[in-house]
């Protein structure tokens, strides 16, 4: 089952959860802080920001092999 990334519409509760498509759009996924099943999917913009702030080189141990100095 994919994972979604949700955010509330009523309450802006954001939460990540597993569900099947068909829960997601029968909208059977409810929202855990105010049960809610108005919800938008949350695009992962802010992905690449946590990414990139755990990229320096000084702190990957294998800056030599990965190249860019970034492993993960
Ligand atoms: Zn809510």
Do not use: W
Not at 36 to 50: G, H, P, Q, R
């Amino acid at each position: 089952m994919p994972f979604y990334d949700l955010s509330c519409k009523k309450c802006g509760e954001t939460f990540n959860i597993k569900a099947s498509i068909a829960q997601r759009e029968n909208r059977e996924i409810l929202c855990p802080s105010c049960g809610c099943n108005d919800l938008e999917a949350v695009f992962k913009t802010v992905n690449y920001v946590v990414k990139s702030k755990g990229c320096e080189a000084v702190s990957c141990p294998q800056a030599h092999r990965c190249g860019a100095g970034c492993c993960h």
